[in-house]
């Protein structure tokens, strides 16, 4: 699995965590420790953390005229890896031109940075992700870490049971009209469609004179879309550790920082202090396992079914305190998991399939098929949900549905839709 994770490019930085000449940054990706930093041009390394003359950390290099010099002995090396001054070997020396240090290739687009950790010397492109295709003032993307396995936590994304109950409002206040339908309705039916890309569902609530049709994408290898433009990726930092980044792509400066602020309901208690020498520096929250996620228990008994504040802090508290891995085998998995079923199946048989003849799922190279997005709809029971969503379940959705259908979380021309964003 972690071979196949490294055919495609990674959305590993917010472009802002890397400053020109500024400290560099330890990051963890796929089990592999390493250090990244934005050199006096700009451009963006990631290399080894270890130093490859005696093994010392580049988190004390300095990052100086367009390298990064190890601190132990003055090597420098660029953001390409190549060893560019050896001081310690005499200027007439050419053993510099011997030595390299682990480098990734790096791409950077509307405020993200991306690293490619494979070793395709063409390099696949960039997928077509709304966030990637508006102009870079539309959106701005966010990290958290949440100390699991990345398989454990998208589930969890897919699920659309699981809001009917940890997300639920005790008190029948709705912030629109998709969360009350959501509401209606515990035992949803569910409909998969398999696709090049991975696959969609719709989940169908019955909401009286028409269904409620919840649908959701995943695109491989670990992105979800739910109900509206943007999405999540869950990256592996390891195989018990997920960095999850969030975009949505029509909603800029959505996601403040502010210590306690709750009107930022994704993240209301903000982060831990800045640690630069962490491999998810900036980026853990203050309400985590540490303190139960600051679950208020006085909440629960008027307010909401599970008393910690926001949506991912809930998600992160039932996913984290399963265990860093499940066992899968402990598991009895209902009608209602069909979509968590069909998640493990499509990877796996990826993952397989790259080992046993080295074929490659089409997302490698087919950028296109990142044009997607999740969405919901009223329509009357009749309508094929199929049919009537498809063009809502396209990037940059082509205007208003018809009046007989309520296009809940699309977008007519440019203008965003107010939505439930979980």
């Known amino acids: 699995m972690g071979k196949l994770m490294r055919q495609y490019w990674i959305p590993a930085f917010v472009s802002s965590e890397l400053e020109v000449d500024g400290f560099p940054r330890r990051v963890r990706l796929l089990g592999e420790d390493l250090i990244a930093y934005r050199d006096t041009n700009g451009c963006v390394g990631v290399i080894n953390e270890n130093c490859p003359h005696r093994g010392s950390s580049m988190i004390f290099a300095r990052n100086e005229y367009g390298g990064m010099r190890c601190a132990y002995h003055g090597w420098k090396f660029d953001h390409t890896g190549a060893c560019i001054d050896m001081p310690s070997e005499g200027p007439n020396s050419t053993f510099k031109n011997k030595v390299k240090i682990k480098a990734y290739r790096t791409q950077e687009r509307n405020g993200i940075v991306w690293v490619y950790m494979g070793s395709r010397k063409e390099l696949p492109p960039l997928p077509d992700l709304e966030v990637n295709l508006e102009p870079s003032d539309r959106g701005l993307p966010f990290k958290y870490v949440r100390q699991c396995n990345w398989a454990q936590a998208l589930e969890g994304d897919i699920d659309t049971v699981h809001i009917n109950f940890l997300h639920t409002q005790l008190n029948g206040q709705f912030s629109n009209e998709g969360s009350r339908l959501h509401q209606a309705d515990s035992n949803p039916h569910l409909e998969i469609v398999n696709t090049p890309y991975g696959y969609f569902y719709a989940a169908r609530r019955d909401a009286g004179d028409v269904y409620y049709w919840r649908i959701t994408q995943f695109v491989m290898p670990f992105y979800t879309m739910v ?11 390891d195989d018990e550790n997920t960095l999850i980044m969030e975009w949505r792509s029509a909603r800029p400066e959505e996601f403040p920082r502010e210590e306690n602020d709750f ?68 598991e009895y998995l209902g009608t209602t998991d069909k979509a968590i079923i069909a998640f493990r199946r499509i990877m796996i048989r990826a993952a397989k399939t790259f080992r046993d003849t080295g074929e490659l799922p089409p997302t490698v190279d087919d950028a296109t098929l990142y044009r997607v997005r999740g969405t919901a709809a009223k329509l009357p029971k009749e309508m094929s949900w199929i049919d009537t969503t498809a063009p809502w379940r396209e990037a940059f959705s082509p205007g208003p549905p018809p009046e007989y259908a309520v296009n809940l979380y699309g977008r007519t021309g440019d203008q965003a839709a107010v939505g439930s964003v979980e």
Do not use: C
């Open 227 to 237: 109900t509206g433009p943007g999405g999540k990726v869950w990256i592996p930092i």
């Open 263 to 330: 009107s930022n309901w994704r993240q209301p208690f903000g982060y831990k202090p800045d640690d630069l020498t962490m491999p998810w520096g900036n980026w853990r929250l203050k309400a985590d396992w540490d303190n139960e996620w600051l679950r208020e228990r006085s909440l629960e008994k008027t307010e909401i079914f599970l008393g910690i504040h926001s949506n991912p802090l809930q998600d992160s508290a039932v996913q984290v305190t399963m265990g860093q891995i499940y066992d899968r085998t402990q």
